[in-house]
């Protein structure tokens, strides 16, 4: 059974991290293009970041230098570290698996960023 379950969300103050994981089981998180999304009331849910099958990252334009996505092949996870948060950062922070047609969605972490 395929499974994304990410962790790690919470209640921060502006300029603190955190760092998300996202689990996955089923299947191999290497063979898969894995994104970190968000989403924030009332808006579009967003690609922030992801990671290639060969390693490559890629990140939107608002989180380049704070936040860092990285695999751990051995956990099967997949990590999104968040440095210097802001209060625009706060979301429903999702993670999902894609290859070619085959798409997978985790439930979701909250993350909130308020003084």
């Known amino acids: 059974q395929v499974q994304l379950v990410e962790s790690g969300g919470g209640l921060v103050q502006p300029g603190g991290s955190l760092k998300l994981s996202c689990a996955a089981s089923g299947f191999t998180v290497s063979g898969y293009v894995m994104n970190w999304y968000r989403q924030a009331p009332g808006e579009e849910r967003e690609l922030i970041a992801l990671?290639?099958?060969?390693?490559?990252?890629n990140y939107e334009y608002s989180v380049k230098g704070r936040f860092t996505i990285s695999r751990d092949n051995a956990r099967n996870t997949v990590y999104l570290e968040m440095n210097n948060l802001k209060p625009e950062d706060t979301a429903m922070y999702y993670c999902k698996a894609t290859r070619g047609r085959e798409f997978y969605w985790g439930q979701g972490t909250q993350v909130t960023v308020s003084s």
């Open positions: 990671v290639n099958t060969a390693g490559g990252t």
